[in-house]
């Protein structure tokens, strides 16, 4: 079983930036493909970012692309998400979610094991 703990969220200006970060434990981190999604209220569960085992591949939503980077460092178990020149509709819950497959996935459904998940919100 694969825990998933996100950190980094809070409240922002516009234009401004975050980097969140989840860390976990349990399984083998490095097999893992990892993605973050956010939800923003009233709204469904939207891709964000996704990144292969050892980092070579990654794939970005179009709205963030450009603005967002999507990192891991598998000596520590993290997955991070920079997210810079951040405007209103950035505004979500944020979430990681690992598949043991390794294969990038943009689907949130193809992916077993979720975060809890840290709120964003961006002031205009």
């Known amino acids: 079983q694969v825990q998933l703990v996100e950190s980094g969220g809070g409240l922002v200006q516009a234009g401004g930036s975050l980097r969140l970060s989840c860390a976990a434990s349990?399984?083998?981190?490095?097999?893992?493909?990892l993605g973050w999604f956010r939800q923003a209220p009233g709204k469904g569960r939207e891709f964000v970012a996704a990144?292969?085992?050892?980092?070579?591949?990654?794939r970005y939503a179009d709205s963030v692309r450009g603005r967002f980077t999507i990192s891991r460092d598998n000596a520590k178990n993290t997955v991070y998400l920079q997210m810079n020149s951040l405007n209103a509709e950035d505004t979500a819950v944020y979430y990681c979610?690992?598949?043991?497959?390794?294969?990038?996935?943009?689907?949130?459904?193809?992916?077993?094991?979720w975060g809890q998940g840290t709120q964003v919100t961006v002031s205009s």
């Open positions: 979610a690992a598949d043991p497959t390794g294969v990038i996935r943009l689907r949130g459904d193809e992916y077993p094991y």
């Open positions: 990144i292969s085992r050892i980092g070579a591949f990654t």
């Open positions: 349990g399984g083998t981190f490095g097999s893992y493909a």
